[in-house]
């Protein structure tokens, strides 16, 4: 069992507002093509601070605790709105900032919402069988 790498498009979602709402010229908006471990055991998207700041991801006045592989713990800032895209799917969420240069991590809340399940045998992203065309979420 290896771990599954996938390409992932980032894009300032604030970004895309302005644009919508006439104020910001759509080739401004800032996007980026990313290399990232689908990490199941992760609970956000994490990104590095330099990939944070080429997106202009603005920093939330939260904080979380993360609690690493090791076991360590530390307090990390939280930045968005980043819209997320893996396929055909996307989605709009914060992420957790790591240092400079560190692994971005595609965590289970973003797996979660657009159904898509880790096949570590082929190494890519599925969706769920029940969920070939959109992610089916449970409303109870």
Do not use: F, H
């Not at 400079?100 to 599925?126: F, H, T």
Request: charged share 30%; hydrophobic share 40%; aromatic share 4%.
């Amino acid at each position: 069992m290896g771990d599954v790498y996938v390409e992932i498009t980032l894009e300032n979602y604030i970004d895309r507002i302005l644009v919508k709402r006439g104020y910001l010229e759509p080739e401004k908006i800032r996007v980026e093509k990313v290399k990232v471990l689908a990490d199941s055991g992760s609970t956000m998207l994490v990104l590095p601070q330099d990939l944070v700041e080429r997106l202009g991801l603005e920093l939330t006045s939260e904080k979380v605790i993360v609690t690493y592989a090791d076991e360590r713990k530390e307090a990390r800032p939280v930045a968005g709105v980043v819209t997320v895209r893996v396929g055909d799917r996307s989605m709009e969420c914060d992420c957790v900032i790591n240092p400079p240069a560190s692994e971005p991590l595609l965590g289970q809340i973003v797996l979660e919402r657009l159904d898509l399940l880790v096949d570590c045998k082929e190494g890519k992203l599925v969706p769920r069988p029940e969920s070939p065309y959109l992610p089916l979420l449970k409303m109870k």
